[in-house]
């Protein structure tokens, strides 16, 4: 009678806060099966830490590979083959749409379901995600196979002589792409069960699978544009195998059958519907501006534009260890109705993630330069600049990621999706009018920085609307105001070490380390209280870890 009083009020809790989970919650009240003691509490900091560290080990293992693959095909391939890699890659990745609106509605939907420990529900949801996803990738290959496959032929700026690699290309990203999409639901009950130790391990196979690609793309007698599609094409599929393989043998609810559960099915596409519009014009923020680099600019600008968005995506994945940890996190404390810890861990996963891309962030902007042109042997024009904009950018998508996963938890999309989903779509009628009558390519990369930081403002009064404990003035005085000294203090101090000393590597890391040092001397002690404790007690776990060691010899 107890627990039934406690359901009931929960629902009733729930009900308020978010219309569109009242069928999901009724179904949970009548679930047939009784929700399993719990081991451990549903939110917990210590899993965030030591999650995040897991993902640390496998960001700096993907981080290490990237960096030399990158190096290893641009200077396999060369700057056309490259810029073409890239070119015919974004008609695919700009259907992707469809995949990053279900990904987000079916991550938040299990890790919910996961969150009021309902077996049955939670495994007819998973279900549910992966009938959406079967259908989504049979609409790409559609869409793929008639309008896209018509963009690649009549509209993209590419050498007659490798048309027949294109292709190739481009039929190997569709069936890449087709399984990744049925991938997600799996993906995302590994995440919502927290096991991120899964993405480390596998990630070592993943690695050294990706280094002997290389290898084989090195000595390969093969048209070399070719033989990277199809063999990473085979380790893509051999590596999804693997993750639907644990996640079948690990957790029941990825076992899948058919159901057909409308009061699951409708919440979930009508979470995605809104979510569909503000992915689209991501898109067309990101794929669309590519495809526009390659109209005006041609092929060579296409492998300057691919090379800064891979230093922004590894120089971002510094982050993504924390964010993919806090993320279930947040979700599973809104929907036990613990709205003060959610705000509290919005609102510090923001700031201490900030400060985290800034240590990584002044040494690569103050030394770009440097860090290309060792990375690389070819250095496309424009790749400098290109770089050090995608920096600024990163700052202002983390913080609206970071507000987006509180709105998520929520379920409310419809205004999110509008506003920064308008924001986004702006970009490229003002990069093609930018393009086509002042020919200055840098445009369109600054517009998307600006565009993503008034859609980060726009984010965190739209979370306040259903959590009132989150308002712009305590994200300016919580987050905003804490790091603005921090950061243009790290900047001023990266930049005296190049007065003094010349280009090279002593000058990179005389920066990196002097910026960084300011960063955590600072932050430790402008801190909250709590964070001040913890790092206190695990620096004196280790000194004692490492007397008892000395001891011992």
Known sequence: ????????????????????????????LHDDE?????????????????NAVMLYIRMFISMAVGFYASRVILNVLGVVDYGIQSAVGSIISSMGFLKASMSGATSRFLTFELGRNKKKQLADTFCSAMIIHIAIALLILLLAETVGLWFLENKLVIPPERMVAARWIYQASIISTMLTITQVPYNAVIIAH????????FDILGVTLRLLILYLLVIGNFDKLILLSILSLAVSTFMMGLYRIYCIRHYPE??????????????????SGWDLYGNLSDMARTQGVIVLVNMFFGVVANAAVSIAFAVQGIVMKFTSGITTSVRPQIVKSFSIGDHERMSNLVYMSAKYLFLLLLIVSVPVFMETHFVVELWLKLVPDH?????????????????SVVMAMGIHATGKMKRISFINGSLYLSVIPITYFAYKYYGNLYVAFIYNA???????????????????????????????????????????????PRMYFPEGFLRFFIVGSTSTIVIFVITYFTAENEVRELIKKRILKYVKFGKHTDSNL
């Open 1 to 28: 009678m107890q627990d039934n009083e406690h359901n009931t009020d929960q629902s009733s809790r729930l009900t308020n806060q978010d219309p569109q989970n009242q069928q999901l919650v009724d179904s949970n």
């Open 34 to 50: 009784p929700a399993e003691k719990r081991d451990e509490p549903i939110v917990s900091g210590s899993r965030i830490a030591k």
């Open 194 to 201: 927290e096991k991120m130790s899964i993405y480390a391990y």
């Open 254 to 271: 990825s076992h899948f059958h058919f159901v057909w559960r409308k009061d699951i099915l409708k919440p979930m596409l009508g979470f």
């Open 383 to 399: 790749t400098v600049w290109l770089v050090r904009i995608m920096i600024f950018f990163n700052f202002s998508a983390l913080m």
């Open 450 to 496: 600006l565009a993503v930081f008034i859609g980060c403002l726009s984010n965190v009064y739209t979370l306040g609307l259903t959590v009132k404990q989150v308002t712009l003035r305590r994200f300016f005085k919580q987050v905003l105001l804490p790091i603005a000294p921090i950061t243009l203090l790290a900047f001023v101090v990266g930049y005296i």
